[in-house]
């Protein structure tokens, strides 16, 4: 083994382990509970018989589903195959970097890829955005290894881990098309045996099916994510400040890496049908094709520009085309290679930001050990169940960091949000200007900035009802627990223990709260899914749950089971 291996597989090591240790301490983020939820206890995530959302990496969730069964729910084995897959990344980066000659060069590129931290976190979460990208830079190194060598080997692993890459996040659906358009021309160029033209075959059918996917989603309008705006705000500005941090300077910088890619890929032009070129301009071409199909979608199709995450497959094509354009000039400005310094910031930002207590991009989404303290200890001294108002993509991960570390809390609620009623009110740092008149402020988390608000004075209590009711195997889709005419000026809490017999995975059961009008007609609904929050098939399962009166004279408040696959329970 080289000298220079040697310290790059020690340099893996260090960072596969980091990689682990956040795989273990980093509380859950929204994405990937709803990942768990949605797909892996179902088992569902075969696009035409799973939910529709974009949330739904397909591959992601398969070998998160079978991990799963084999670890159970912890956090690190639900994001096991993502640590995998960073030894996928690791090995294909140091292939690709064997491209470049010179070594600084070749040391540039690594370090920008490897030592993103933005990008590495992805391998410590159960999401498919660290598998598609090494599966994106693997596609990169067999292209390139089948325009020089032409040998099936090298078009099968291209096509393979185009596949996967596509299968774990179709946002690399523009640059897997021009990658295969590339590979198309390579293989015309020269007579070749039946079975290559037999995988360019599969290859197409393989691309149509993840087009027609997209579409599919599309129409069920799970392609929602991102917002009105510019592709300087949207695209450039998001992407900048993940991969560098929050400053004025680095999206401007990044748009001259790219314009200097994009005049080396338009001087290059008039001669790409020249094999030669073509092999050294292969990134220049997709990254630009890329930008082509973001702004053809935008125009045609009204979606929006990609930001932060779903743009990432931008940075190697913009890495790796800077860098061969560099090397390309070295023979002739010999002081240009040192313009890749700069690339060297990407380690120093990594050590910057190391932690193990928050993903940089989610980090509003954090809720500390004190916060479930401080709720857990209301019913020590008030000798009730406590009640909790949060945002609604605070409530995922507000239960599944409670489950793993055994927090006996309720249901985070958000209907009403903020509901000045709740014992309880967690807001985020974006919802400063928010302050309530009979609540104080009683934890503030530093890294997240979230705040827990308490009832300086408790409601008062007035049992109403005692519903204990113990009922045969049935499988009916409604079961009504209680039902009651209130007065409709009130706020109603509930306090349920429930224990039913189940199979695995689990039927899907709600528990709801409704308040209801004279005709019948739901005021409020407040669903508690109680399939996803066992921890296990035979235990017991305890919540409070809420909701106002109307204020008008009297209400109907219902409770009641929803057998949603009218399973035997």
Known sequence: MSREKGIYLILCSLILSYIIIRSIHVPLVHDEVATYVHFIVPGEFIPGQSLVDANNHHLNSLLSVVSYRLFGLNSLGLRLPNVFFFIILAVYTWGFSRRFKNPLIQWAFILSIIGSHYLIEFYGLCRGYGIAMACFNAALYYIHRFADEEGLGSFLGFLLCTLLCLSASLTFLFPSLILFALSMYFLMSKKRALVFYLLALLGIVLLYSAISVSLWLKSGGALYYG?????????????????????????YVFTIMALFVLGSTVSSLIRIFDRTVLKKHILHLVFLGSLIGIFLSHYLMGTHYPEDRVALYLFPLLIGALLMSIEERVHVSTWIRWTVLILFYFPIHFLMNMNTSHVDFWFRERIPDTFYQSIEDFEVQTNRPPTVSGYHTTALTYFMNANLHGYDVP??????????????????????????????VVHVDKVSGNKLWRRVKPLAWKMIDEVSNIQPEHKNEFFEMMRLKVDANSHYIIDVTLDYQDVMPPSKIHLVMSMKDEQGQDLQYVPYELHWRRPFPDSPISTTLYADGSGEKEDELVVYLWNIQKHLI
């Open 227 to 251: 917002a009105e705006g510019s592709f300087w705000e949207k695209t450039v500005g998001t992407l900048s400040r993940l991969l560098v941090g929050e400053n004025l300077v680095s999206p």
């Open 411 to 440: 249901a985070l609620l958000s209907n009403g949000f903020p509901n000045e009623s709740a014992d309880f009110i967690i807001t985020r740092i974006n919802e400063d200007s928010l302050s309530f008149a009979d609540h104080q």
